[in-house]
């Protein structure tokens, strides 16, 4: 984004809610202020090899599956201690939406925004 025009659910005509949400365990590593920032502006997906979209409404970041439109994890950001954590997280769980046999877990939840959804935002900024 970039330019103060932050994402928001009506961004994408295709978001779909997570139809069968199953809480986890977040990943524990703060996030800084920086941070927060970009994926408050949210993610596009914009070639077709981008598998996500994201966006947050109320503290909370939604990500979706750019092919589909299907919400993947939803997660709540806080304020503690000079950074922002994730306090709760929840992920989809339904069979027909999530076919891969390798479990959603912390990790692979702090891949998706560390490695994919800070990572496009800041070569927007």
């Known amino acids: 984004m970039g330019d103060g025009q932050r994402l928001r ?4 005509k295709s978001a779909k809610p997570i139809r069968m949400p199953a809480p986890f365990v977040p990943p524990s590593r703060p996030w800084s202020d920086g941070e927060w920032l970009i994926l408050q502006e ?5 070639v077709m090899e981008d598998k996500w979209y994201s966006y947050v409404e109320s503290n909370r970041l939604y990500i979706h599956r750019s092919w589909t439109g299907m919400g993947m994890f939803e997660c709540q950001f806080e304020p503690r201690d000079g950074a922002w954590i994730i306090t709760e997280a929840v992920v989809e769980s339904d069979p027909e939406v999530f076919k891969n046999k390798r479990p959603w877990d912390s990790d692979f939840l702090e891949f998706v925004i560390a490695g994919v959804l800070l990572k496009r935002g800041r070569s927007l900024a």
Request: hydrophobic share 20%; glycine share 12%.
């Open 9 to 12: 659910r009506e961004s994408f």
């Open 42 to 46: 949210g993610c596009r997906a914009r």
